[in-house]
């Protein structure tokens, strides 16, 4: 299995709502990434966890809020998000940290959110 | 700092024609680079990378990259394209030390039938 899945697909959510975005991988893969990409832009790393521990947090807001509950699953954490927070969230996994396989990366289709 | 540059937004490509995709880098040291590729509504896929050895590298799809030491370039190609290829490509490197990928701004490929 080669598949990272996301969920949902699709969200919209009001200011002063609460969601979590969810994102799978079964290939044993030990880093787990979150990316924003706004339309027609590349992706911007938001965070990096590295044996189900944060390793980098690019100075997102925190508003964000990613947790890693076992090494196959992250969840991004979203409350009171700004209409400017509105883009295609990807996850990604890498085999491992530290080395030039962390590099090749497998991403997940993308949540694509929408703040009202 | 590490950097990469793709100097076109579009490229567009009659089906069957090679292909380029270009890509300039700056980095300090032996640069890794890395291709991907992201179809509509899709997240991205590993397409190649260079790390070390031959200038060319062959990929997934059909695709290679030449790595231009002396020109500083690591450009996308393909001998014949299809309308299936068409999807926004991104060159990548990595920051120095770091997990972390940058990616260049994309370049939008169309092959037209």
């Known amino acids: 299995d080669t598949e990272v899945t996301q969920t949902p697909k699709h969200l919209v959510m009001g200011m002063t709502n609460k969601k979590s975005l969810k994102c799978e991988q079964h290939m044993g893969h030990r880093a787990m990434y979150w990316y924003k990409q706004k339309a027609k832009k590349p992706p911007e790393l938001m965070f990096v966890?590295?044996?189900?521990?944060?390793?980098i947090n690019e100075s997102v807001p925190s508003r964000f809020s990613p947790e890693c509950p076992n090494s196959s699953l992250l969840n991004l954490h979203l409350h009171a998000l700004q209409p400017e927070d509105s883009a295609l969230y990807l996850c990604a996994s890498s085999q491992e940290v530290g080395g030039v396989s962390s590099y090749e990366q497998y991403f997940g289709p993308g949540t694509r959110l929408t703040v009202t | 700092a590490q950097s990469v540059a793709q100097p076109e937004d579009q490229v567009n490509v009659a089906e069957g024609n090679p292909l380029t995709v270009k890509c300039t880098y700056s980095?300090?040291?032996?640069?890794?680079l890395f291709w991907y590729v992201q179809y509509p509504n899709r997240g991205l896929q590993f397409l190649l990378k260079y790390i070390t050895g031959d200038n060319l590298v062959k990929g997934s799809y059909g695709f290679e990259a030449e790595f231009n030491k002396s020109q500083t370039s690591f450009h996308l190609k393909k001998p014949s394209a299809l309308v299936s290829d068409s999807a926004l490509y991104f060159c990548a490197v990595p920051v120095e030390n770091t997990d972390k990928l940058i990616f260049g701004t994309g370049t939008r490929l169309q092959v037209f039938p």
């Open positions: 980095v300090s040291g032996n640069p890794y």
């Open positions: 966890y590295s044996y189900e521990k944060l390793s």
